[in-house]
Structures are given as C-alpha cells and as structure tokens.
C-alpha cells in the first residue's frame, strides 16, 4: 500500500491512501483531535490483546488489532490499531464518524487558566460517562443473543476472532456431548456406575475422576457445560496452545473433585458433569481478557459488562452456594466449581509472564 502525506487545517498531519482513500493517523495526532475518553478506551482495547489482528500496518507491516470503537443501532464500526507503532487506520467516512474535541471559543479565551482545565475535566467526565452508559445499556447485536440470555446464560460480546482453530475445545466438546447423550439411554445405572462419589473415591481404580467428568445428570446440563466450554474455550485455547490448555482443563477437573472430597468426604451421591474443569477455563479467561464484555439480562434490560465484574459476582455466589451446602439446602458440587475456578487463576499467574514474553518478542521480531 502507498501512502501519501497531507496536512490540514482540521486533522493536522494524516497519510492518504490515492486509492481506497482511507486514511492514517498516530495517536497521539488523535488524542488532540478526539476525546479523552474515546482515544483511551480504543487503546486499551488494542493492547488486551483480545481483538483480532486483519490487517498489516501500513507502516511497519506488523499485525494491526481491529477494535470495535462506535456503536450505532445500524453497524459497530471497527478501527484498525497497530500497537507498535502507533498507527491507526481509518477507512473511508469512519474518521469523520467520529466525535471531536470542541473548539474553543472566544468566551473560554477570556476566562482564567483554572476555570478552562475545570470546564474541559467536566465535559471530558460527562464524554465518559455517556461513551460508558452507551456502552453497557447497548442492546444485543443479534437477536438469539437476546433469547440465550433470557434464560440466565451470559453472551460474548465482540467475539474475537482466533489466529487457530480450536481443535482441542471441539473434540473435547464432542466427546463430551456423545458419552453424555449414550449414557441418558440408562442415566441412573451409568451415573452410579460411573460417577465420582466422594466415599468410594477410590472405585474402579479411581477411574471415576476421568469418567465423571465425561458424564451429566441431563440434557439442560449439558448443554449448559457445552456452552461454556465452546464459547470461552476458544479463545483461551487460542491463547495457551493445545497442551497448555489440556493441561488447564485436566488439573482444573481433578483439583475441582479432591476440593468436592475435602468437602465432605462421607457424601454418598455420586457428582458427574465438566464443571470443574470449565470453571478453570472461565477463571483464566477473565483474567486473561478482563476488559472483555458480556452480555446479561436483568429485569428485563440488556446489560454488557466486563467478564471481570461478573467473575468476581460469580465467585460471590459459589461462596453463598457453600453456605447453603453446609445447611444442607443444596446438593450442587460448588466446591469442585471454587476448585477448578483456584486452578484457573493459578494457571494465569503461572503463564502470563510467558505469554507476555512470547507476544513481545513476536512483535519485535
């Protein structure tokens, strides 16, 4: 791609594709140019790392994040943001889009240097909160997503794009999904076959730990535990790599069961269901994509928040749910879902260093 230089009275100095007539800005040219709030949160949004990288920088040719930034009740226009060198890509009419920081006029010349810094921290702080509310109380992109979450089950937002196909997820999915449906041909004697029951731990050589993760107590929950797994496994296996990921899954299952034992070991019902080993998954996941957002709703309103803030609500409702057990009240494996949720985070701890290393080295290369 050729660029070509142009400076005007409005934008400053931009590069001009002759071509598509798209047009190229740094951002710290935008941060003059178009709000605070706006430019700070297409940023962040670039360096999560969470958006898919399309298109190659015109500058340095390394990967450019593509960042959704405008919501409209039409179309979500998406930015293109090289992280590297600072490059933004605007296509055709989506720099005009924008909002803008307003002009000064001849009143504020005349007011002091304290009144003007307060008068631009009041509108900025009204920017953000508008972009925010905008954001959050934005209604659904499509309308099953609407129907998935009537029934309490939280949407991705902005589903990211992955740079691999996530084999593994999908073939443990699979897995799951056929043990599953050929045991509900005689659930009982299979759950009580099979299922890990935490006083006979030991049964079957302790082939229970495997087999139970493999099995569920119906149709709602697995289809549930399958949604979960697709939805958030992706993107964290696209992350980990395959045997990182395994091994995620594995240890968050088998931690999850010991946790569902120590609980109460004199338990005589057999548990079943991936539950705890998903729950790593999700724990990793918010961790890993904190500004990552889903979709909910609550009294029958859309809300999209951060994956983080629903994390920490659901870690406060497994600790509600272990109250309830120790009462007797529930007979839900909350303990294995804490287990396997500690796994994920530990797991995070673990990797990010590695993975932050390995990105930066890839962007330097």
Request: with cysteine.
């Amino acid at each position: 791609m050729t660029l070509r230089k142009q400076k005007s009275p409005a934008s400053g100095l931009t590069w001009v594709c002759p071509s598509c007539h798209g047009r190229a800005l740094t951002l710290e040219l935008l941060r003059h140019i178009v709000p605070q709030p706006v430019v700070n949160r297409l940023w962040q949004r670039a360096r999560s790392g969470q958006y898919a990288t399309i298109r190659r920088c015109p500058a340095c040719n390394r990967p450019m994040a593509e960042v959704p930034i405008i919501a409209t009740e039409d179309k979500t226009t998406h930015l293109d943001v090289c992280t590297g060198c600072h490059f933004i890509w605007f296509d055709t009419q989506e720099f005009e889009a924008l909002p803008r920081i307003p002009a000064k006029s001849p009143a504020s010349e005349a007011l002091p240097q304290e009144a003007k810094e307060a008068a631009a921290l009041a509108q900025l702080e009204i920017l953000r909160q508008k972009s925010a509310t905008m954001d959050t109380l934005a209604p659904p992109d499509h309308w099953w997503q609407l129907a998935i979450a009537i029934i309490g089950i939280p949407v991705e937002h902005n589903d990211t794009p992955l740079r691999n196909r996530p084999i593994v997820t999908w073939s443990l999915a699979a897995v799951i999904a056929i043990v599953s449906l050929a045991a509900m041909t005689n659930l009982k004697a299979a759950v009580e076959d099979w299922g890990l029951i935490p006083v006979e731990f030991g049964r079957h050589f302790g082939l229970t730990f495997i087999t139970s993760f493999f099995l569920h107590g119906g149709l709602f929950h697995l289809i549930g535990n399958l949604y979960f797994l697709v939805v958030f496994g992706d993107n964290t296996e696209d992350v980990l790599g395959k045997r990182r990921f395994l091994l995620l899954v594995a240890t968050a299952a088998v931690v999850g069961d010991v946790a569902h034992i120590l609980a109460d070991p004199r338990v005589t019902i057999p548990c079943v269901g991936a539950s705890g080993g998903i729950s790593g998954i999700l724990a990793y996941y918010c961790l890993r994509f904190p500004t990552a957002r889903v979709g909910f709703v609550w009294w029958f309103r859309w809300f999209r928040l951060p994956v983080g803030i629903l994390f920490a609500l659901w870690v406060l409702s497994q600790i509600f749910d272990a109250v309830w057990i120790s009462a007797g009240f529930t007979e839900v494996a909350v303990f294995a879902h804490l287990g396997g949720a500690a796994v994920g985070v530990l797991f995070w701890w673990w990797t990010r260093r590695a993975i932050s290393a390995g990105a930066l080295q890839q962007e330097t290369s």
